[in-house]
């Protein structure tokens, strides 16, 4: 008789965890819906992270070498969870909080690629499935989700630019100079 309560109650245990963990995210949770960055599709099912890294940094105009580039372990369609009140929107634990979010799904859609601006709640991936273009929510297209940091370089002035710079205020100070002589006598 003890081993069946024993064995009741971890059945229960079980179902009640399991339960748990398929309701949906709140909004509270996970912030507003990610928007696509513009340009932000790609159609290319064959490619590999190096070139994944390098188009999204012609998409965002940064060089490569200031872009951090990193899959996500785990960020299968599987992991995905979808949010309350909703039939097409899905969000996903990105770990951290990176600027930018690739979404990389099998074909069927309108692209492979969608690259997205992580905003808001920045540690959760929140997708509308309507972007990938699929006829239906399919959770299992995704492949994978990749992050992405960067800066653009700060522009510095060249040594021309600069000597121009004060030849013009040079000038511009003889003039006054000049003026205010001219008014004193």
Not at 68 to 78: D, E, F, I, N
Not at 157 to 184: C, D, I, M, N, W
């Amino acid at each position: 008789m003890k081993t069946i309560v024993i064995s009741c109650t971890f059945t229960i245990m079980l179902l009640a965890g399991s339960a748990a963990s398929a309701s949906p995210l709140t909004w509270a949770q996970v912030g507003n819906i990610d928007t696509l960055v513009p340009g932000g599709v790609r159609n290319d099912p064959s490619s590999g992270d190096s070139e994944e890294k390098a188009w999204i940094a012609g998409v965002l105009g940064i060089p490569v070498n200031n872009l951090t580039y990193s899959k996500v372990p785990g960020s299968g369609g599987a992991n995905w969870s979808p949010v309350e009140n909703t039939s097409d929107i899905f969000a996903f634990d990105l770990g951290g909080d990176p600027s930018w979010f690739l979404v990389k799904v099998g074909n069927g859609g309108t692209g492979t690629h969608f690259l997205f601006d992580n905003a808001e709640n920045e540690q959760y991936a929140v997708v509308d499935f309507d972007e990938f273009g699929f006829d239906e929510v399919t959770i299992g297209k995704i492949s994978h989700v990749s992050i992405a940091d960067g800066t653009e370089l700060t522009p510095v002035p060249e040594p021309a630019s600069l000597t121009l710079l004060g030849a013009g205020l040079a000038t511009v100070g003889a003039k006054l100079r000049r003026r205010r002589k001219q008014q004193a006598q």
